[in-house]
C-alpha cells in the first residue's frame, strides 16, 4: 500500500477527535497524560508492552507485575515520563516494545493544517522554506492551536511545550556559547527561524481563522519541539511526530531500543540491547556530538563518546598567512586548489584537518607532513596565529560570572554550556601549543613588504 494512503486526512484527522476524546475518557481513572496517551494509542490500533496497569507515580514501588505473559513489561513514571523495565521482568533482546501505526503518526501531510502547508509549499520556490522542519513545526502549531478539536491532543499532552535548546535561554546563559559550535548552530536556527515565519509560515496561517492567532514565538516553540522530538519515517512524509516513541531517553552508545519498521509500513520500537528489571530504557538519536546534542535537543551527555571538534574558519587561517608575507594572490590560488572548505576541523585531541596542513604548508612554499607534529616550522606559525584569534573568540572566561538565577534550570544550562565550550577550547588550544611548538625555532624577521599584494580584499 503506497505511503500516502496510510495517513489520515485533515478531515478524518478532525472527524476523528471524538474517537481521542472517547479514549480519553475512557481513561479517566487514569491521572498522568502518559498513561492516557497509552489509552489512545490502544484504541486507535497500536500495540505496545508499556501497559497502563504498568505506570506508577514511584517506578520503583513494589507493584504487582505478574508472571504472565501479559504482564507490563515497561511501566512509566508519572512524574518524569522516563520509561523503566517493570521489577520482576527487565526487557529481552528482540521485544517489540510497541508498533505505532502510520495514521497516528503526526505528519505535515496528516494535519489539520495540511492543505495550508501543500499549498506554501506549492507558491515557494525555496527548498529552504518548505523543508521537513518547517513543515512539521507548521502541523505541530496547527495542531496546538485548535486544542481539544486535535485528533493528536492525548499525545501532545506528554510532549513538553518547547525544548530547552538554546535560543529559548537568558543573554547571560548564551554567553558561555560564545564561539561554540552550538552557538553557531543556534544562530542559524533563529535566522531561519524567523525567514520561515515571515515568508512562509504567517501568510499561510492567516488565511485560517483558528490558526490566524498563532504567533511567532508558538512557532518557534513548534520547531523547537520538531527538531528535538521527529523522527525519519520513510515513505513520502520523511519525519514525523510518533506517539510514545519521543518518551524514551537519548544515549550516545549502547541504546537498549532501535526503530524500526514493519511490513506494513508501521514504526516499531525494538529491544536491542537486554534491560534488568527498574533499569532506565533508552533510544539512541545518533552518534552525536555534545555541541549538536545541546543546539538541537537542549542536553548534553557527559559520558558522550563522540568527542566534539572545534572549527576554525578559513578567514582565519588567510589573514594569519598574509600576516606572515604571503601574496593575496597566492593563498587564493592554494585555497583554490586545495579546495578548502569555509571552516577547517580541530580533533578533540588537538589533530588539525590533514587539508588544512597541505593548505597552509603550499603557501609557505613547504611539503605538507604526514602528521601535525612534522609541520616545518612557517607554517606552523601561521597556525599559531590562526588559531590564538581563534580562540580569542570565545571571550573571557565566565566562570566566574555569577549573576545567575542559581535555579535547578540555569545550573543545567551553564552546565551543559560549559561542557561545549571547554572541550572546543580544549581542542583549539592543544593544536596552538603544539603548533607554538613547532615555531619556537623560526627566527624572529619582518614579513617581506607585501602590503598592496595582502590588502584584504586581495586575500579572497
Request: charged fraction near 20%; proline fraction near 5%.
Amino acid at each position: 500500500m503506497a505511503a500516502a494512503s496510510l495517513a489520515p486526512s485533515a478531515a478524518s484527522a478532525s472527524a476523528n477527535a471524538s474517537a481521542s476524546a472517547s479514549a480519553s475518557a475512557s481513561s479517566s481513572a487514569l491521572s498522568s497524560p502518559a498513561s492516557s496517551l497509552l489509552a489512545w494509542l490502544i484504541h486507535n490500533g497500536a500495540s505496545t508492552c508499556v501497559k497502563a496497569a504498568g505506570i506508577h507515580s514511584d517506578p520503583s514501588s513494589d507493584f504487582d507485575d505478574g508472571a504472565s505473559s501479559s504482564a507490563p513489561l515497561l511501566c512509566v513514571s508519572a512524574s518524569s515520563h522516563l520509561v523503566l523495565a517493570a521489577k520482576s521482568h527487565g526487557l529481552e533482546k528482540d521485544t517489540v516494545v510497541a508498533t505505532v501505526p502510520r495514521q497516528l503518526i503526526l505528519t505535515a501531510q496528516a494535519t489539520y493544517a495540511a492543505p495550508l502547508i501543500a499549498s506554501a509549499c506549492a507558491s515557494t520556490a525555496s527548498a529552504e522554506l518548505t523543508s521537513w522542519v518547517t513543515q512539521l513545526a507548521m502541523a505541530v502549531a496547527a495542531e496546538r492551536a485548535i486544542g481539544d478539536k486535535s485528533f493528536w491532543k492525548p499525545y501532545l499532552d506528554t510532549v513538553p511545550r518547547r525544548a530547552d535548546v538554546p535560543y529559548f535561554w537568558t543573554h547571560r546563559q548564551r554567553r558561555r556559547l560564545q564561539g561554540t559550535e552550538a552557538e553557531a548552530m543556534t544562530l542559524s536556527a533563529e535566522a531561519r527561524a524567523k525567514h520561515e515565519w515571515n515568508a512562509c509560515v504567517a501568510p499561510a496561517f492567516k488565511q485560517d481563522e483558528r490558526l490566524s492567532k498563532v504567533t511567532y514565538e508558538d512557532y518557534l516553540d513548534a520547531r523547537s519541539t520538531v527538531t528535538s522530538r521527529a523522527f525519519d519515517i520513510g515513505g513520502e512524509e520523511r519525519a514525523g511526530m510518533v506517539p510514545l516513541f519521543d518518551l524514551f531517553n537519548h544515549v550516545s552508545a549502547d541504546e537498549n531500543v532501535n526503530v524500526g519498521t514493519d511490513r506494513d509500513g508501521a514504526m516499531q520500537l525494538i529491544c536491542v540491547r537486554a534491560a534488568a528489571p527498574h533499569e532506565q530504557i533508552f533510544n539512541t538519536y545518533g552518534r552525536l556530538g555534545n555541541a549538536h546534542l545541546l543546539a538541537h535537543y537542549g542536553f548534553v551527555d557527559a559520558r558522550n563518546p563522540v568527542a566534539d571538534s572545534a572549527r576554525l574558519p578559513s578567514s582565519l587561517v588567510r589573514a594569519a598567512a598574509a600576516a606572515q608575507g604571503v601574496a593575496g594572490a597566492k593563498i587564493a590560488q592554494v585555497m583554490r586548489d586545495v579546495d578548502c572548505p569555509d571552516h577547517f576541523a580541530v580533533a578533540a585531541d588537538g589533530t588539525p584537518d590533514h587539508m588544512l596542513l597541505e593548505a597552509i604548508s603550499r603557501m609557505h612554499d613547504t611539503v605538507a607532513p604526514p602528521r601535525a607534529e612534522l609541520l616545518a616550522p612557517l607554517p606552523a606559525r601561521t597556525l599559531a596565529s590562526a588559531l590564538s584569534k581563534r580562540i580569542a573568540e570565545f571571550g573571557d572566561d565566565v566562570e566566574a560570572d555569577d549573576g545567575g538565577s542559581g535555579d535547578e534550570n540555569d545550573k543545567s544550562r551553564v552546565g551543559a554550556a560549559s561542557c561545549v565550550r571547554d572541550a572546543e577550547l580544549g581542542a583549539l588550544r592543544a593544536c596552538h601549543s603544539n603548533a607554538e611548538q613547532l615555531a619556537a625555532n623560526l627566527p624572529e624577521k619582518t614579513p617581506a613588504n607585501n602590503s598592496a599584494a595582502n590588502a584584504p580584499w586581495d586575500l579572497f
